[in-house]
C-alpha cells in the first residue's frame, strides 16, 4: 500500500490533466480581465463625451446665446464679463475633454 501517495481525502489527478486544467484557469482569468479592462474604456468613453457635451454645451450658451445680462440707457447691452469667462472656461474645458477622448489606444 505505499506505493500510492496518501491523497487526504483528495483524488490523485494525473500531472498532464492537472497542467490542462491549470493552462485553462489561466485563459480564463486572462478572458476575464480583457472583458473587465474593455468595459473600463467603454464607460470611460461615454463619461467623457457626456462631460464634454455638458461643458461645451453651458460653454457656448454663456458665450453666444446669453452673454450679456443688463442694460444701459444710451449704451444699450453690456456684457457680463463674469458670464463670458465662465464660457470661456466650460468651452475651453470641454475641448480638453474632447481630447481625452480622442486619445489613441496603445
Do not use: C
Not at 498532464?16 to 482569468?29: M, P, S
Amino acid at each position: 500500500m505505499r506505493d500510492r501517495p496518501e491523497s487526504r481525502g483528495f483524488h490523485t489527478v494525473p500531472p498532464d490533466v492537472a497542467e490542462a486544467r491549470r493552462q485553462e484557469r489561466a485563459a480564463q482569468r486572462e478572458r476575464e480581465q480583457r472583458e473587465a479592462e474593455e468595459r473600463t474604456q467603454l464607460v470611460r468613453r461615454y463619461s467623457l463625451a457626456i462631460a464634454r457635451a455638458l461643458f461645451m454645451a453651458s460653454g457656448l450658451y454663456f458665450l453666444l446665446v446669453n452673454p450679456s445680462e443688463s442694460t444701459v440707457e444710451g449704451i444699450g447691452r453690456i456684457a457680463n464679463l463674469h458670464r463670458l469667462t465662465l464660457g470661456e472656461t466650460f468651452t475651453i474645458t470641454g475641448a480638453i475633454l474632447s481630447g481625452f477622448a480622442w486619445r489613441p489606444k496603445a
